[in-house]
């Protein structure tokens, strides 16, 4: 292990994230005897940038206010070695003193009046100017040739879409780049505006291009520089920073740092599972994704120095650890006064010890992709890229791990690529679209894989232009008709009555006439409630399986009736059939995704749960029986199938933090091993064998109760 590259032996990492009065105060003792009895591997340590805690020789670079003559980065490093722990150097390059600005004001980002930006008591850095592209890289390289890290993070380095600098860096380069001035403000739908974020977002790309140049030439090929990126809330929140990971994948297919400390309400726990799933899908599933993972509590309010209630960290962990996530705990200050900081996520850094090695080397089992790209959030979002995007995105999400199926994050550029993977592919409301893009996802249905359409997807070029010719429309024989006003997306509600604006519904055939697979379980009404929007379009190829039903009031209660006259619109709302080449489609001209992404509405949760089933045909690669909210993710590898169950039941409530798992159970398990015959079938938490049976190409097993998880090891013979 010790001649392997850091990524490949360093698994479990923590940070305690030095504050300035750390160079008085820390004792390095205390992270020896973490790292021991958590097994850590690993250790971020804070180096230089915003503060240095070394006694730099450069004259640009401020140092902690207490660290006078000590040298609290090189008392780390010796300690980790000693301990056989991998370091990484932790940098901060967004904002500087100000002291660097009046030597320097070059360095700064301005308003447009000219003016430095403050951020607290310092100043925003430009990326265009010497900070980033001289400086930063003289520190990288000091700190290599005195300390010799493994590697290098860096926190903030994305920017943001609202920061526009108007520094004679940024005017000058714009202009050379693009022929264009700056834009005036942030504006979505001006096009100079539009154009400044792709061309920001390609700095980033050079910045992230430039310091690995820097880091490897410096401290060797494995001296990789990786900044920190923001997945919470992929894809809508990705256009808040000013990176793609798309363009930076190419430069990180060994490891990968993610900065995503806890929970929302608008997506729970699951949300890790989901960004594990989404990085290993950028940067292979052999990469090593590092999340640091609050140890301190978050809600609508912060305490950093105070702990956060255990089953909150462990639930968050273990949702990751399913996503392929390797964790990292997350400390800030080098003293806790609240030691109980320090033994939140013992139990789970213990369990990923024992069972490590069936969390790496192996392949997900996942046959529903779920497609996303950061330019449909961008030239599509706008505005409102949470309603545009990320609801209907999250709709399909969130079904998946209500039904417990088995999907997984695939960028719309990489649909050809992870084709072999899906027998479903499922594009929510992905209006922005390349021809290579459209043409991908024809082939895969022309080769017989299933698909489900909402919105406008495709309907735009990937430059956000209308596109004259939609050829998934024209497959299934799309006609849309004029646009009308219950057409476009509509915003979050606002809950007061008086607003009925979502207050449609869904017309089920009456009873007594045929209802599609879809309809299943909703045989004691003709109604469903909707609250989303529909288009008005027909379908020469595929049939209607609901209607919709226009908005009606809420309020008074004297007039919430439906009209004789708009009882059923007749415009369809959910379209299905046979694609003609061996799979099927469904085709949501309502925003069904949209709807539950924003409601949760069970019923909407069910209709998105029945349709990929029907859509995939019986092909499940496992099935999950039994009561509660369970985040559910299958692997495999070549002697065995790893089935990870982690239970969420009655944890998302928000904004507490919960204080205990709710026990589950009975719960059966079926994976299909293709028929390979199993030998031994593990419960790794519960640390026994399971009984277990062979049906058809399945093995089947029952698991009487879990708690906090369970990971099922299926060992193959032979």
């Known amino acids: 292990m010790e001649n392997q590259p850091w990524y490949q032996r360093a698994r479990r990492w923590c940070q305690a994230n030095l504050t300035e009065i750390d160079g008085r105060d820390c004792d390095v003792a205390l992270w020896r005897e973490f790292w021991r009895k958590n097994h850590i591997e690993g250790t971020i340590v804070n180096a230089g940038g915003t503060v240095a805690y070394y006694p730099s020789e450069n004259p640009d670079q401020y140092r902690a206010a207490y660290l006078g003559s000590r040298d609290l980065l090189r008392e780390f490093i010796d300690a980790a070695k000693e301990e056989g722990v991998a370091v990484m150097a932790r940098m901060d390059t967004n904002q500087a003193p100000a002291f660097l600005l009046d030597r320097h004001p070059e360095w700064f980002m301005c308003d447009r009046e000219g003016k430095p930006i403050p951020a607290g008591p310092r100043y925003l850095t430009c990326v ?42 940024c005017k000058e380069r714009f202009r050379r780049d693009t022929g264009l001035e700056l834009p005036e403000k942030k504006d979505d739908n001006d096009p100079v505006y539009r154009k400044w974020l792709q061309w920001s977002i390609g700095l980033r790309t050079e910045i992230w291009d430039l310091y690995n140049q820097v880091t490897t030439r410096a401290g060797g090929p494995d001296c990789l520089w990786l900044g920190m990126v923001q997945p919470e809330f992929y894809p809508s929140g990705a256009i808040r920073q000013l990176y793609d990971d798309a363009r930076l994948s190419r430069f990180t297919g060994r490891a990968h740092m993610v900065d995503s400390q806890g929970r929302s309400p608008a997506t729970g726990f699951e949300q890790n599972l989901l960004q594990g799933l989404t990085m290993h899908q950028l940067y292979g599933e052999e990469a090593l994704i590092i999340e640091s993972v609050a140890s301190y509590r978050r809600s609508n309010r912060t305490w950093r120095k105070a702990a956060s209630a255990k089953t909150e960290m462990e639930a968050w962990m273990l949702t990751g650890i399913a996503g392929g996530i390797s964790p990292s705990a997350h400390f800030i200050g080098g003293t806790q006064e609240d030691t109980r900081t320090l033994e939140n996520g013992s139990d789970v850094m213990d369990w990923h010890r024992r069972n490590e090695d069936y969390l790496y080397h192996r392949a997900l089992c996942a046959n529903i992709g779920i497609a996303w790209s950061k330019e449909n959030a961008v030239f599509y979002g706008r505005e409102q890229p949470d309603v545009n995007c990320q609801q209907p995105y999250q709709g399909f999400v969130q079904a998946c791990l209500r039904g417990r199926l088995g999907f ?136 209607p399986a609901a209607t919709y039903i226009p908005p009606f009031p809420i309020y008074p209660p004297e007039f919430s009736y439906m009209p004789d006259n708009a009882r059923d619109s007749g415009r369809p709302v959910i379209l299905a059939g046979e694609t003609g080449f061996g799979g099927k489609a469904v085709w949501l001209a309502g925003d069904i995704d949209r709807a539950y992404g924003d409601s949760r509405a069970s019923d909407l949760g069910d209709l998105l749960v029945n349709a990929m089933r029907w859509a995939l045909d019986g092909k499940l690669p496992f099935t999950v029986e039994g009561p509660g909210r369970l985040a559910c993710a299958l692997y495999r590898r070549q002697d065995a199938y790893i089935l990870h169950l982690v239970n969420l039941s009655g944890l998302n409530e928000w904004p507490a933090q919960p204080e205990m798992f709710y026990p589950v159970g009975p719960v059966t398990v079926r994976v299909d091993t293709g028929g390979r015959a199993a030998g031994q079938v593990r419960l790794t938490v519960a640390e026994k064998d399971a009984s277990f049976t062979e049906e058809g190409s399945a093995v089947v097993c029952t698991i009487e109760r879990i708690e906090s998880h369970e990971m099922v090891v299926i060992k193959m013979k032979g």
């Open 128 to 169: 265009n100017g010497g900070y980033y592209r001289e400086h930063i890289p003289k520190v990288m390289e000091e700190i290599v040739r005195k300390y010799a890290p493994d590697v290098f993070g860096d926190n903030s380095w994305t920017g943001n879409q609202a920061a526009i600098c108007y520094c004679e860096n």
């Open 408 to 543: 997984f994050p695939v960028h719309a550029k990489d649909l050809e690529k992870a084709s072999d993977k899906m027998d479903l592919l499922i594009l929510p409301d992905l209006a922005v679209m390349s021809d290579e893009q459209i043409e991908a996802a024809v082939r895969l249905i022309q080769r017989g894989k299933s698909v489900i359409v909402s919105g406008n997807t495709g309907m735009l070029d990937e430059k956000g232009e209308p596109r004259a010719r939609n050829l998934l429309e024209e497959l299934f024989g799309i006609r849309r008709r004029a646009l009308t006003e219950d057409s476009a997306p509509l915003s979050t509600g606002s809950g007061v009555l008086g607003d009925f604006s979502k207050h449609s519904y869904l017309r089920l055939p009456p009873e007594g006439r045929p209802r599609h697979a879809i309809l299943r379980g909703f045989e004691g009404t003709g109604i469903l409630p909707f609250g989303g929007s529909c288009a008005d379009l027909s379908s020469v190829r595929l049939e």
